[in-house]
């Protein structure tokens, strides 16, 4: 290969990426920002964020950590520290948050070896093949992990939680593995699980994971075995009887119960202490001929010292629909107005949610009792039925005994739980079987949803939209997404009627209500998807579908900071029914920057063929290819399945042609840019 100016300029990018590999901690914290690390300083007051003394103090002698982003391997983990303990009575389990604890000392993990017979760890995967935000603390550990024998002698267990439709499946549990046990010397029992999301088997190796884990946690530490499926609560329940104003209808920390109510807010606001911000406006994007609903939100920030920046995500609490509730509460008979207060039996372990509170509370506000159903769960339910309903029993094992049979009849089938129990028998009352401890300690937690913020914090400092697309468009499917029928009924209030689903928009105490004004509880978490830090550099972005939110957002901060920037936009949908904001593309954004290129891709217009972004791209191939070499960044947003690997497939394509190079080296020359940090993706 002869060197021209071009390939000069791959091998610069070359060496620079390698100068820069080196570095890619500091860039990878960087990237980060400040301002996730403060966020491990919001845990529950008077607890020891010193994992020695918290194990030494309680006299645990089991330790189980997670890090989670969204909640799932916080629920695995703690199923697992349950099941654990039902099985083996004699150990002495801790089971925490990773973010809970410091890991500013060499030797966190050291000190345990003796202490604890064993560390189970679940982890699962972000970006590429990264640790879950809250886990930058320890991720720094870990790299510091210096000494090849550090860990010599501490048995760990890992198990990741992933999706392998990206690239870097289960890529953080690797790592642990390469940093834990390679590099420190930790020994490694049983395998590492990977939890695959993507063909929906994360419960099923869950439970092959654990069936042997159990063998192994059996013979290494010789003990002796019970029976783990007898379900045994986690807390003392007991019906309450005090006053009305302590009691939680929904709020989700403790500063907006009735007592508080006069207070005013000023954060810092996250997950467990969300902002209720007032929806300033909202309106559907799609045109009715398009039979799909996305609605665009503006919530209003003012005021709550709530930041933002460009790129980054609002996570959203929902509530469950009403209609939901009811059928819950009707299937399982329960009452729904019983007031409860639970308390820990151990003291290291914490509530599923705020309590005092009510039943119908629970299953309205904390609990996700529309999802998908649990194999584990419903075998669970056995126990409980009478030697006497022999039938019921049986159906029970039938159907939950084997993967591929729950399969079919349950998870293809979009069942609820609910829906699950009327199936196996329309005419048992579960509700005399299955206790409602059983429920709220089975059922997982109602998880926030992430949404890419599609306004600029240049341009709109007050104010957070957001560009959500409703999941009720298969009627057959009957699955109605949660928090997107919720945004959905803000915005057609006044239509309602004809939704097919219905929540409570005043919310608990009608504090999600004042005047007209509906609120919800939001919070900001930050992400990597930023904008070079200079103006002048050329931008290529591709975002078909909701995957246009971000850019949205890039391209009003360019309206303020440099309208004469180089900008590529590749976006993609249906067809001119649901073309989201394409007003705002030819009249405003278009006109006022000049140097802003928008390509729009059809898929599915009668009158062209199926068109999608990586047509457009390759199209565009010399433009791209220019951008490229002007130090353009790149950045995909949306469905992370084909589209993300096709959209990368295609610049490696131009790349390999325009270039001349074959295909490994445009693949080298993507990777460079993606450590550069100018290939970014934010994609779900
Ligand atoms: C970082 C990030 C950014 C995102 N940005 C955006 C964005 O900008 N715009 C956007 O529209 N979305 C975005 N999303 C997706 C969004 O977070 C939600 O996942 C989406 O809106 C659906 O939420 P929901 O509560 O309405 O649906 P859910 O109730 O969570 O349901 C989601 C899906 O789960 C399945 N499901 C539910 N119940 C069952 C059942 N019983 N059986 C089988 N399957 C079931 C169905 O397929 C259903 O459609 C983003 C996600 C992430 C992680
Ligand atoms: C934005 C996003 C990025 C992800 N990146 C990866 C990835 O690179 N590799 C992987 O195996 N899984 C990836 N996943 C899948 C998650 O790890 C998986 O859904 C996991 O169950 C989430 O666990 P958590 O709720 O505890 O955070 C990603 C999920 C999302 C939403
Ligand atoms: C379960 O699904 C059915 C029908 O699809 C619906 O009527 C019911 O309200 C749902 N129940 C819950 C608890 O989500
Ligand atoms: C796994 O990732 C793909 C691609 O983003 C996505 O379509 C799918 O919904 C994910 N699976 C789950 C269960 O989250
Ligand atoms: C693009 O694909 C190549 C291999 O085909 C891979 O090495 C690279 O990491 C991918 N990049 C992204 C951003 O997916």
Known sequence: MSLDPLDLAVLCCLVASVVLYTKKDDIFNFLKGSDSLDSSIGVSSGSSRDLLETVLTNKKDFLILYGSQTGTAEDYCKKFAKELHSKFKELQILCGDLE?????????????????????????????????????????????????????????????????????????????KEK??????????????????????????????KDKAFDIIEKEFGLEGGDSSIFEPMYDYTKFEGKDDVVYKGELNKQYLSANSNKKHIGPFDQSYPYLAPV???????????????????????????????????????????ENVKHFLKTLSLNGDEVFDLKLKDLTSSLPFPVPTNIETAITYYLEIT???SRQMIGQLAQFVPESEEKIK????????????????????????????????????????????FLLETIPTLKPRFYSISSSNLKDQDKIHITAMVENSDPNK???????????????????????????????????????????????????????????????????GTGVAPFRGFIRDRLIDNPDADMMLFYGCRNAHDHLYKNEWSDEYEPALKNLKVFTAYSRDPN??????????????????EALMKGAFVYVCGDAGTMAK????????????????????????????????RYHEDVW
């Open 180 to 209: 834990l046990v390679d590099e420190a010397g930790a020994t490694l029992l049983g395998e590492i699980g990977a939890g695959d999301d993507s063909v929906g088997n994360t419960e099923e190796e869950y439970v092959a994971w």
């Open 100 to 176: 809970n604890f410091d890991f500013d000392q060499p030797n966190t993990l050291g000190d345990l070896v003796d202490k604890v017979k064993a560390v189970v760890i679940f982890m699962s995967t972000y970006g590429e093949g990264e640790f879950p935000d809250p886990c930058v603390n320890f991720d720094d550990y870990l790299n510091n992990l210096l000494e090849s024998d550090e860990l010599k002698g501490l048995p760990i267990m890992i198990f990741g939680l992933g999706n392998s439709t990206y690239e870097f499946f289960n890529g953080a549990a690797k790592r642990l």
């Open 371 to 373: 999802g998908p159903v």
């Open 394 to 437: 049986q159906k029970i094992i039938e159907i939950s005994s084997d993967p591929n049979t729950f399969h079919k009849e349950v998870i293809e089938q979009n069942l609820n739980f609910s829906n699950c129990l009327e199936q196996i028998s329309a005419t048992f009352a579960w509700g005399d079987y299955i206790p409602w401890t």
């Open 608 to 625: 062209i063929p199926k068109t999608y972004v990586q047509k457009l791209m390759l199209d565009q191939k010399d433009a791209i290819m």
């Open 646 to 677: 096709q959209v990368n497939d295609t610049l490696i394509t131009i790349v390999s042609d325009k270039q001349n190079i074959d295909i490994t080296q445009a693949q080298e020359m993507m990777k460079a840019m993606k450590l550069n940090g």
């Open 280 to 322: 300033a406006s909202s309106y559907e994007i799609c045109a009715p001929e398009s039979n799909r609903n996305c609605v665009h939100m503006e919530f209003d920030i003012s005021g709550s010292n709530i930041k933002y920046e460009t790129g980054d995500h609002l996570g959203i609490m929902p509530q469950n629909p009403q």
């Open 478 to 544: 009957k699955v109605y997404g949660v928090t997107t029928n919720l945004l959905n009924q803000i915005q057609k209030r006044e239509q309602a009627d004809q939704l097919p689903i219905h929540y409570n928009l005043e919310g608990p105490r009608s504090l999600y209500q004042t005047n007209s004004i509906t609120k919800l509880p939001i919070f900001v978490r930050k992400s990597t998807f930023r904008l070079p830090k200079n103006p002048e550099t050329p931008i290529i972005m591709i975002g078909p």
